[in-house]
């Protein structure tokens, strides 16, 4: 990549950034695009940004046309082996993100769910 495409990804990742911090408590089911609510296109987006980030590490061939790459069983495939580590700045940042969402409403049960030891309370989703 060179120094300008890694200047405009890290500006529109910066930008995506700051556009989910902007989101209010309240927002995220309202209407964001098309059929999705705002958590939904938020996480459309997070993909989008992973899957970048997935290539640059991994380049991939084109696929050809009549591929069934995009087709539901071959995502599904895809995440269920994709690498779900995430880089220690991304990580902290989501952390203190959930942190604070956590502390403001249902901490204890938000924080047992993410531990695995309860599920999600209402309301909380993880896309």
Not at 62 to 87: V, W
Not at 95 to 121: E, F, M, N
């Amino acid at each position: 990549m060179d120094d300008g495409s890694v200047t405009a990804y890290r500006d529109a990742s910066r930008f995506l950034v700051e556009a989910v911090r902007a989101v209010p408590d309240s927002g995220w089911d309202a209407p964001g695009l098309g059929d999705w609510n705002v958590r939904e296109l938020v996480g459309h987006a997070n993909r989008g940004h992973t899957t970048v980030a997935d290539y640059l590490v991994r380049p991939q061939q084109p696929e050809p046309p009549g591929s069934t790459y995009f087709s539901d069983e071959a995502i599904a495939a895809r995440a269920i082996g994709a690498d779900l580590s995430a880089p220690p700045t991304a990580l902290h940042e989501s952390l203190v993100y959930v942190a604070q969402r956590a502390a403001g409403k249902s901490g204890q049960d938000v924080l047992l769910a993410l531990s695995g030891r309860a599920p999600l309370p209402a309301g909380y989703s993880v896309y």
